[in-house]
């Protein structure tokens, strides 16, 4: 397959020059002729008049961050990438790509995630043409390209991670969002290459369960929540009230047989683990009764 190939054309100013020059020649030439009343002569500069006004199609503006593709009859010449005034063969078409950077958002896609739970994702796709070639003429419309190919790996994505971790060190769209922002982009650099496109950057915009699910998720999540911090306080209580007997019994504030440490530790994390305010009951009698 070809290549894309850089080009140069001549100075467009200095084309100017030499066209006005030569239509000026040209127009007394053909002045002279009249007077000999030489039809051949007259004739001849009428063609380079021709000539000359045909060469002003030649004349093109390449702006910053823009190519032009160049072809003559079919066959591909190369890509003007430098920016100015250039004149190339006026036979030649000559198509305008734009190389500045640009983005889009994909549509709000309803899939299933890794689990089966439908979710709504869409993605931001930032991308430039690196390649005038390959975006020219290996696919139709390249846009049209970027997007569709940009949502597909937004799907096979969606499809492959979780919503939210079930286990330690579990990716998730949720959670993982440089590690999915990064596979997102290789996952759509693979399919915009062969369409000369760089995906510079893809992230998630929008992430979301499905509405007939919404309800019911946010409990789930809200029963999670609730699970692992009560598991964070026993630990805690539970660290604490080791911490506490190891301290009276190195300091010998008192001696406890089993049964009163037992009861001390129920009492405490009772004390410790309680959602709500906790009443201590005062004992005025001795330790054991």
Known sequence: ???????????????????????????????????????????????????????????????????????????????????????????????????????????????????????????????????????????????????????????ILATTYPYDAHQEGQLSLRSSVSEISERLRHEIQERLAKAGIDAIEARISHLAYAPEIAGAMLRRQQASAVVAARQRIVEGAVGMVEMALSEIGRKGVVTLDDERKATMVSNLLVVLCSDRGVEPVLNTGTLYQ
């Open 1 to 155: 397959m070809s290549q894309e190939r850089e080009i140069r054309g001549v100075s467009g100013w200095t084309m100017v020059g030499v066209l006005i020059v030569v239509l000026v020649g040209a127009v007394y030439g053909c002045v002279l002729a009249a007077q000999a009343r030489s039809a051949l002569l007259l004739v001849g500069w009428i063609l380079v008049i021709v000539v000359a006004a045909l060469s002003f199609n030649g004349l093109t503006v390449v702006y910053p961050n823009q190519a032009k593709v160049v072809t003559l009859f079919g066959v591909y010449k190369g890509s003007i990438k430098q920016s100015g005034f250039w004149w190339v063969n006026p036979l030649t078409s000559r198509r305008r790509l734009s190389l500045r950077v640009r983005n889009f958002e994909s549509g709000r896609l309803k899939v299933n995630d890794h689990d089966g739970n439908p979710i709504e994702i869409a993605a931001v796709v930032v991308w430039r043409i690196v390649e005038t070639f390959e975006a020219a003429f290996n696919v139709d419309d390249y846009e049209h390209f970027v997007h569709v190919q940009s949502e597909a790996a937004v799907r």
